[in-house]
DNA sequence: AGACTGAGTTAGGTATACTTAACTCTGGAA
DNA sequence: TTCCAGAGTTAAGTATACCTAACTCAGTCT
């Protein structure tokens, strides 16, 4: 296995990040380009990079968007597993909490031997998800689907349990904990307010209703537990 | 504070080390490009940029060498402290060698927060000394002098602590270990070899007398206990 | 079918940090 | 005091990854 650059790895896992939220089969450009906090142009040019390239890590088609080769996947599936290793890593070793082990494990993934992610791994007893819930990928690259939605698709009466947060903004992860919105939590979608409105949901955390905003809900993934 | 480079943080670094090994005032070129892993022309170009910049970390004299001012030296200590934290960290925490530690903390230690290094240090109860009994700069950069001199400089019938080993040849510090020669291990010179010979020591982890080649001896570093 | 718009690309340029090859300086020995 | 070897520098070029500004494409709306 070659070594990839910092850049390369943010890359691939940017690809497969966002071809995971949005679904859809080819990334574009400009989201990318949002993610990494780059210019449209930089992400053409390394592109056009990567695809010239004999480690044929993606498939890119000009004007159409970018997918992962199954080398490319396992690759960001690599990159994944050590961001989500280092973040639990760092939440049960060195007290970190969860909005702050976000930026240091992305800064840490790309630079820890083969060795240091098993001596982690094995520290945590091989743990199956980092303290956001998100999956961690086996060594393997095998990843354990979920049958998870948005918090914002689930319907008005339906119980759900918390299964997973983003862990990308620092702010709505101390938000979440101080309403004590994390995984494994159950809830229950009382309301939906009009235009997008505030979600009203019950949980047991909190004796009064939460209204949360789309902003809020878009980055909340639940498990269906019933459909009432 | 500004963020340096990994390259820059590198040349500072071992700018710091070459100076304090060699004793000398100014460190050349050469000997900064042999522990740098680069040509020396790179290290005129590095030494050149570095000087030119408003930081003003270095003082650079063409055809003369090159020394750190007073910032630039607390750049240094601070990347040596990072170093040296981690490999005390990795060691106590994650079970590592003291033969495995040092390439895991070179990349390492551009890369953690000042936050990580807090939590490490306070983790380890504030250690003074890493695996290798190298001291430990403080956050004020500050860092306690020793009175130690080379094993290779302990006359012969003296007595010594070993008080330091050069971290950077890890077969070197794997036969050191079978030997049981590691801080603060005690022993005594009994015998010089002529010609830089093998220096013949006792200590207490072994029945018979050991002998030691220069190679060796270069990189062990002793506090003289007694004059006899 | 044509025009518009947002997404995407191209062209040209910057900064960092490295290389090789050829040249120059410095200090010690003859 | 000159010469020479090794240390150091310069010049030119490479690779990576980013930028801005100007252009083009694709798909939709009319």
Same mark, same amino acid.
């Given at each position: 296995m070659p070594r990839?650059? @910092?850049?390369?790895e943010? *890359?691939?896992?940017?690809i *497969?990040? &966002?071809?995971?939220e949005?679904?859809? #089969?080819?990334v /574009? ?7 990494? /906090?780059?210019?449209?142009a ?5 592109l056009?990079?990567l ?18 080769? @199954? #080398? /490319?996947e396992?690759?960001?599936?690599e990159v &994944? ?8 890593y =760092?939440?049960?070793?060195l007290? *970190? ?5 976000h930026?240091?494990?992305?800064? =840490? +993934?790309h630079? %820890?031997? +083969?060795?240091? +992610?098993e001596?982690?791994?094995a520290f945590?007893g091989? !743990?199956?998800?980092? @303290?956001?819930?998100? @999956? %961690? ?6 990843? !354990?689907a $979920? ?10 009466g339906? +119980?759900?349990a %918390?299964?997973r947060?983003?862990d $990308? ?5 101390r938000y ?5 919105l994390?995984p494994?939590q $159950?809830?229950r979608?009382?309301?939906? /307010?009009?235009?997008?409105? !505030? ?9 009064s209703?939460i ?5 809020v809900?878009?980055?909340? *993934?639940?498990?269906? =537990?019933?459909?009432?």
């Open positions: 990839h650059s @910092p850049a390369v943010d *890359y691939l896992k940017a *497969y990040e &966002i071809r995971q949005a679904g859809a #089969k080819l /574009g450009t400009a989201a990318l380009a949002e993610k990494l /906090g780059v210019t449209r930089s992400v053409t040019g390394m056009k990079k695809a010239a390239s004999t480690e044929h890590l993606i498939v890119y088609t000009r004007y159409r968007g970018v997918r992962l080769t @199954p #080398k /490319g396992k690759t960001a599936l &994944i597993r050590h961001h989500r290793l280092l973040e639990t =760092l939440t049960a070793a007290g *970190y909490s969860w909005d702050q082990v930026t240091e494990a992305d800064h =840490l +993934e630079v %820890i031997s +083969e060795d240091f +992610e001596r982690i791994a945590l091989h !743990p199956q998800s980092d @303290p956001h819930g998100a @999956p %961690i990928p086996q060594r393997d690259g095998s990843l !354990p $979920r049958r998870e939605i948005r918090l914002t698709d689930l319907a008005v339906q +119980e759900g %918390i299964s947060v983003s $990308r903004d620092p702010e709505l992860l979440l904990d101080r309403l004590g994390r494994p $159950r809830l979608v009382l309301e939906r /307010g009009p235009f997008d409105g !505030p979600l009203h949901i019950q949980s047991s955390t909190s004796p209703v209204a949360l905003s789309r902003r809900t878009d980055d909340v *993934y639940v498990v269906v =537990l019933s459909v009432n």
